[in-house]
Structures are given as C-alpha cells and as structure tokens.
C-alpha cells in the first residue's frame, strides 16, 4: 500500500516569527492610537501632589455642607423633642439634626491648641443677637465669660456611631462685660468640673456658632397664671469640644481695703477738727468771760453810794 501525505504541516519558524512580530507591531500602533482620540477628554498628566492644607484651614467648617441650609436660625430647634405629622418638618428637622452631629463630631477631633489658636477673637456677643451674625454663622469664635450653669445630656445615636460620644454638656457662661447668656454645647468637661450651678469661675471656651437659638427659660410666662409655662428667650447657641477654667471670680466686697483706710481716715480727720474747734471755742470762751469781768471791775466803785443811817443788809434799831 502506498502512504498517503500528511494533510498539515509544521509552520516554518520564519512564518512564526514573522506573526509575531506583525501582531507585536499591530498592538503598538493601536496602543498609540486608543492616547488622543479626537474628542476625548484629554488624560491628565503627572503633576505634583498638592501641598499640605494649612492649619489654618483644618478648623473651618464646610460651608457648602448639605445639610446646613436646613438649620433654622433665630428659633428653636424644628423638633423641639416632639413628633409632627408634617413630613417637610420631619425631613428639615432630621437634616437640622445631622447638621447640629456634624459640628460636634468636627469640634471633637481638633486638638484644644488648634481650636484655641485659630478662633475669631474679640466678638461682641449682641452682634450674635443681630441680623450682622450672618456673618458668624459657623465660624470659630471664642467667648469668655462668668459660669453659670452646666447640665449634663444623653448623646443623639448618630453622634454616639460617629464619634463614639456617651454624654454631652450644656455650658451656660455670661459673656464678659454684659448680662446676655450665651449657650455651648460640649462632649467634655474640664478636670474638677461636674455638672451644677451658681459657680465662682470665670471660664472661656472656642467653639462654633450654630445658630440663634431659642430656648424656654425658668421665667414664668408673662401674664399666664399657669406656673408650667416659663418665658421663651434667645441665646447664641455654641457647639464645641470643651471649655477652660481662666480664673476664680473676685468678688468685690462692699468695703475695699482701700475705700475702709480712706473711711477711717476722714473719721480721724473730722474728730481732730471737731477738737481743735472745740479747743478755738473754750479759749474764746474763756477770753470773753475774762474781758466781761474786768469791765464789771472797771465799772463797780463805791463813790456814788447814798449815806444812810440804816447800815447795810442790817434791819433798822428800833430800840
């Protein structure tokens, strides 16, 4: 029988190379092709990572934040603890909510010196009870002030996920130099600081201006004979990390040392006055009693006394 031919046959290795290369070429080409396309968005060269943001810059709040244009400001807060049928309020005050985490969770993570080191200095707290606090609204500020009250509250459960915050304070100060009660609200204490009232410290705190808030005061309501219902005030409301003890308060006593030696010392000065005219008056007495005497001497003479058989202060002989 005869043997038949094979149907393939290997490829010579010039062919293969030949391939190979062709595709190599192909892939290249339209390697170089897939770079500019017309009409494609060109693809970003190599640049130099961006520089540090300064330290500045890490304590300012996000203006733009979503959830910002929801706050309600010169009121209360839209939910005020209750539930309402309204869904836009519900949704507003969820997003005020949000909003009032956000900062706190922002002031949480700054370090004290940074906070105490960038916050706006010097702002007169009734510019916050004016529509000028537009300007201010979530800005750092810093505010001094006598301590007054300080009660303590359980942390929103968004709050607690986001910065793992158990408990936050409310810190109410008078600010320096006025009667106006301003508000901050913090997640931490300062050592030998415990929630209570009627403190004898002065205290300052930086932290960020949420809002003119709104809030029912222990005042009883202006012609209600109903004891429950207190007087509604406003108050800058502050969110912020803490606040530092400054100084313990003088208080002034009625009678400064000084203003008691400067008592002492006029008493001493009129007593020796009254003496030394006392003394002016007994000698001037005395002058004149002196001068009244010898004038009567002067006067008295027995020249002019009439003769008389009677004797003097003797009753008349009748023997």
Not at 144 to 171: C, P
């Amino acid at each position: 029988m005869g043997r038949y031919a094979p149907t393939h046959r290997l490829a010579r290795p010039g062919a293969v190379l030949g391939c190979l290369g062709f595709l190599f070429c192909a892939f290249v080409l339209a390697t170089i092709g897939m770079g500019q396309e017309p009409g494609q968005t060109p693809r970003p060269k190599d640049v130099e990572p961006p520089k540090d943001v300064p330290e500045e810059e890490l304590v300012k709040l996000d203006k733009k934040f979503e959830h910002f244009k929801f706050i309600e400001d010169d009121a209360p807060f839209i939910n005020r603890g209750s539930k309402t049928g309204d869904v836009k309020r519900m949704q507003a005050a969820d997003h005020e909510q949000k909003a009032y985490d956000y900062v706190l969770h922002f002031a949480n993570r700054q370090p004290d010196e940074r906070l105490q080191k960038f916050s706006i200095k010097n702002v007169p707290v009734e510019n916050l009870l004016r529509p000028i606090r537009q300007d201010y609204l979530r800005e750092l500020i810093h505010v001094e002030g006598n301590l007054a009250l300080v009660t303590e509250m359980k942390s929103t459960d968004s709050l607690k996920d986001l910065s793992g915050v158990e408990k936050l304070y409310e810190v109410w100060v008078y600010a320096k130099g006025t009667n106006k009660l301003v508000c901050a609200v913090v997640s931490a204490l300062p050592e030998g600081v415990k929630p209570g009232e009627d403190f004898d410290i002065m205290v300052s705190f930086d932290a960020y201006f949420f809002k003119l808030w709104h809030y029912e005061s222990r005042q009883q309501k202006e012609g209600s004979k109903d004891l429950d219902k207190k007087q509604w005030q406003r108050a800058p409301l502050f969110l912020g990390k803490s606040f530092q003890v400054t100084a313990p308060v003088v208080v002034q006593s009625t009678y400064s040392p000084v203003m008691l030696m400067s008592v002492v010392g006029g008493l001493c000065a009129l007593g020796l006055t009254a003496f030394l005219i006392s003394l002016w008056f007994r000698k001037g007495d005395q002058e004149v009693k002196a001068s009244a005497i010898r004038k009567i001497g002067d006067q008295a003479n027995f020249e002019n006394v009439p003769e008389s058989t009677t004797p003097v202060n003797r009753y008349p002989d009748f023997s």
